[in-house]
């Protein structure tokens, strides 16, 4: 290759991976692209361009790239990895396993590679085998609290292990990342004032388009801005229409997903945050461990996770007495719990569903039982339990949709976990990703009785099926991911929708199937019921919501006084 064109193309690259580290990614896809017209045949390039697409949730455009990486060098375990990430980003769990494991043929030593199988496999329901591959990517990299994290992830899909058990593995990641290292504990004397708003700070990645945002967007766009200021901040990289809609209810935005916890720190303490509040929990793009270093006087976990953080100094995590039972449930948390009577979710409908229509058994003669909920959560015990409904109701279906679906080899995964339980497989129909939201909410129109998962319920999801007049049928268990759906029917006066163990379940499901009149009625009046509920009360909520900030906010005050 002519050396000059070698390297203007190694300076093009050089100047897109600035950009990059500048937060100019798609200018860098620009010099990505004319590097490679002169230096098409580099698979180091190439792995990099590609990692950059999926970064920018361009994932079909960076599995091309991908595979011509892999042609030129087959012995990358790192490219196969990342591949991996870009299949996986689009639903195709099954081919993302596939090459992880391509990538330990390649390097039997990649144990980094465990944590992403572990992930994956969670990703398609099979916990248990996940679990494993978790746990031996920690005794691999002790030190890596990414993959500790996606093993505590984890554990809120597991039906295997008690809360007690869920709570100390929590307390151990805070207890091996954070209790032995020293991080400044700073006076907040300047700020405990008590006769002015409150500064509220919300940290999130998840400003976006996510289930998150039909709960959040109502409180920050509804804040009595005589009680509270509100700042955002949002730890996400791709912004869109959601985002901007949150953007313009706040006070303040701040973008941080290019600073580092001590910059996010500074320009909290900045801000003079009197309550932060983490909405990420052990989820994706979290900044948990910002709050080990206490920006805020008081920091709070709400809403994005179903359990505890495990952080001694995370106060208080919001919740409700039907979630998380008084005083039974308290041990099992590392906060101090905040009980909001009549339910902790506000829920913000959206405004591209179609309204409810008549149930579909009436005309099609058979039941369809349906669940929209991350392929994640559908676990052995939910597949086993769906399957025993299945097989009580003759001639019934079960329509399943999630962006796993796509991928032919997930679809039929799943075909087999249910004929394995004695189903037919023509007794399923499992949907893709829709094009559109309002496709996605139209086709709860094809849904009689929406069965919830176990033992992580639904939340987005429940929502959505009540919103379009479907009714859901809960299986309750003993943790906040197994209760929550207890607690959003029982605040609707549906208990009887709540099923106490798996014959109970069992019951509720077939003796509704055969009420056509009383599935109508759903049909009829589930919208306007939860329309009048305090679930979308959106005053009402954020009053209550200000009052408990507010509360602690004095409680502070009031001991710093008696101190």
Not at 320 to 340: G, K, N, Q, V
Not at 341 to 362: E, H, R, W
Request: net charge neutral.
């Amino acid at each position: 290759m002519n050396p000059m064109a070698f390297d203007k193309a190694m300076k093009l690259f050089h100047k897109a991976e600035r950009l990059v580290q500048r937060g100019r990614p798609l200018e860098a896809v620009l010099l990505y692209r004319k590097g490679l017209k002169l230096l098409p045949d580099n698979a180091d390039v190439l792995n990099n361009f590609a990692n950059l697409l999926t970064s920018l949730n361009r994932c079909d455009e960076a599995v091309e790239v991908f595979k011509k990486a892999i042609q030129i060098d087959p012995k990358s375990a790192h490219t196969y990895a990342n591949f991996g990430s870009a299949l996986a980003s689009l639903g195709m769990f099954q081919q993302a396993i596939e090459k992880c494991q391509c990538a330990l043929e390649v390097d039997p030593t990649f144990v980094q590679i465990y944590g992403q199988l572990g992930f994956w496999l969670s990703s398609l329901g099979q916990n248990k085998l996940a679990l494993e591959y978790l746990q031996r990517a920690m005794q691999h990299l002790p030190h890596d609290r990414w993959i500790y994290t996606l093993y505590l992830l984890a554990l809120n899909y597991s039906d295997d292990l008690e809360p007690h058990e869920q709570f100390e593995a929590h307390a151990q990641w805070y207890r091996n990342f954070f209790v032995d290292n020293f991080y400044f504990q700073p006076s907040f004397v300047d700020q405990l004032t008590c006769d002015r708003p409150l500064n509220i700070g919300y940290l999130s990645a998840d400003f976006r388009h996510h289930s998150v945002a039909f709960f959040i967007e109502p409180i920050i766009q509804g804040h009595d801005r005589t009680k509270i200021k509100c700042f955002c901040y949002s730890n996400n990289t791709r912004d869109d229409e959601v985002s901007k809609r949150i953007k313009k209810g706040a006070d303040v935005w701040h973008s941080v997903a290019a600073l580092n916890d001590e910059q996010l720190y500074e320009l909290i303490r900045k801000d003079k945050i009197d309550i932060l509040v983490d909405l990420n929990g052990h989820t994706g793009g979290n900044r948990l461990a910002l709050f080990a270093r206490r920006p805020a006087p008081i920091q709070v976990t709400y809403l994005g996770y179903p359990n505890t953080t495990g952080m001694e100094v995370m106060d208080y995590r919001i919740t409700d007495d039907l979630s998380d039972p008084s005083p039974s449930a308290d041990s099992y948390y590392s906060e101090t719990l905040i009980r909001l009577k009549q339910g902790f979710l506000c829920y913000s409908p959206p405004g591209a569903a179609p309204t409810s229509s008549k149930p579909p058994v009436l005309e099609k003669g058979w039941v369809t039982y349906g669940s929209f909920n991350n392929v994640a959560k559908l676990s052995p015990t939910t597949i086993n339990l769906w399957a025993r409904v299945l097989k009580q109701t003759p001639h019934s279906q079960l329509l399943l949709k999630g962006k796993a679906f796509n991928d032919p080899q997930t679809r039929a995964y799943f075909v087999k976990q249910f004929e394995d339980q004695g189903v037919a497989g023509e007794r399923l129909r499992l949907i893709g990703h829709a094009k559109s939201f309002e496709q996605h909410m139209a086709l709860y129109d094809d849904i009689d009785i929406a069965l919830d998962t176990f033992p992580y319920h639904g939340v987005t999801t429940t929502f959505e099926a009540l919103w379009m007049g479907v009714p859901v049928i809960s299986r309750i268990g003993n943790t906040h991911a197994s209760r929550v759906g207890k607690s959003i029917l029982s605040v609707l006066g549906l208990d009887e929708l709540t099923a106490d163990c798996d014959d109970h379940f069992i019951r509720i499901a077939t003796l509704l199937a055969e009420d056509k009149s009383r599935l109508h009625e759903y049909r009829k009046n589930l919208r306007g019921q939860l329309q009048s509920s305090p679930l979308m009360d959106e005053r009402g909520f954020v009053a209550k919501l200000e009052e408990a900030y507010r509360s602690i906010w004095q409680a502070l005050l009031d001991r710093k006084a008696g101190s």
